[in-house]
């Protein structure tokens, strides 16, 4: 294995525990500009890089879960009320809209009508008026 395999690899063992790319660079020791470079040109590392961030995202979410979870129990009113915002349809946000639609008839102007026929002849759809001006 290269050393800039083990590197790359080491990126993703760091980027698999926290979602930083700028954590996971400065523990590997490497440039965050070689992150990059080595995500436009390895699209095998692309992925896993993605697949690592999504991994480690997962589990901050669960510790955030958990947290929230401690807060409630200790009957913290904010977290009580985030959870049920959240978690509840009865609790969310709502915004109710009311009042009347009224719309024009779908008849066209003799403006629009005559777009749309020069439009239909001109991809051979009608054919082609014939105009006798002299």
């Not at 965050?32 to 040109?41: L, V």
């Not at 929230?68 to 509840?88: G, P, Q, V």
Request: hydrophobic share 40%; aromatic share 6%; charged share 30%.
């Amino acid at each position: 294995m290269t050393k800039t395999e083990s590197t790359k690899r080491k990126v993703l063992s760091f980027l698999a525990i926290a979602p930083v790319v700028e954590v996971a660079v400065k523990r590997a020791g490497v440039a965050r500009a070689t992150y990059y470079r080595w995500r436009k040109s390895d699209s095998v590392f692309a992925q896993a890089a993605d697949e690592a961030i999504e991994q480690s995202c997962h589990l901050v979410n669960d510790l955030a879960e958990s947290q929230l979870i401690s807060e409630i129990k200790a009957k913290n009113m904010t977290a009580i009320m985030f959870w049920l915002k959240h978690r509840h349809a009865g609790y969310r946000n709502k915004l109710e809209l009311s009042g009347k639609v009224e719309t024009e008839s779908n008849k066209l102007s003799p403006e629009q009508e005559e777009v749309v026929k020069r439009a239909l002849e001109n991809a051979g759809l009608l054919p082609l008026e014939s105009t006798n001006e002299t």
